[in-house]
C-alpha cells in the first residue's frame, strides 16, 4: 500500500471508532507520548520496534487531522527549519549546531 492511502485508510479508523470526533490533541499528546516510552523500551532491548514506530505515527496523524493539517505540510515545515542547519553528531550521539559550544 502506497503512504497516502495507508494515511487516508488511518483516519477512516479513527474516525470510525471516534477518535477523531471525541479526542483531543491534547490526549492525543499524552498517547504519543505513551508510544514513544514503547518505542524507546523496544529500541533499548534492542528488539523490532517496527509496530512501535507505526503506532507513533498513528497518533501524529490523528492530531494532524485534528489540527486541519497534513503530514506533508508539517514534514515541509520541519525539513525548511532545519534543512539550513549546520553541525555534527560527536562521539557521544549528540547533535552540536554551528555556533554551539561542546559540553565538556
Do not use: H
Not at 31 to 46: I, Q, T, V
Not at 63 to 84: F, H, P, R, S
Amino acid at each position: 500500500m502506497q503512504l497516502n492511502e495507508l494515511i487516508e485508510k488511518t483516519i477512516q479508523w479513527a474516525k470510525d471508532r471516534k477518535i477523531i470526533q471525541n479526542s483531543t490533541p491534547e490526549i492525543q499528546g499524552l498517547k504519543l507520548m505513551s508510544e514513544m516510552g514503547e518505542l524507546a523500551d523496544n529500541l533499548a532491548k534492542k528488539r523490532n520496534c517496527r509496530d512501535d514506530i507505526g503506532d507513533c505515527m498513528v497518533v501524529l496523524i490523528n492530531i494532524a487531522e485534528m489540527k486541519g493539517y497534513t503530514l506533508e505540510e508539517c514534514l515541509t515545515v520541519a525539513y525548511n527549519d532545519i534543512k539550513d542547519r549546520k553541525g555534527y553528531v560527536n562521539e557521544n550521539g549528540l547533535f552540536i549546531k554551528n555556533g554551539d559550544v561542546e559540553p565538556i
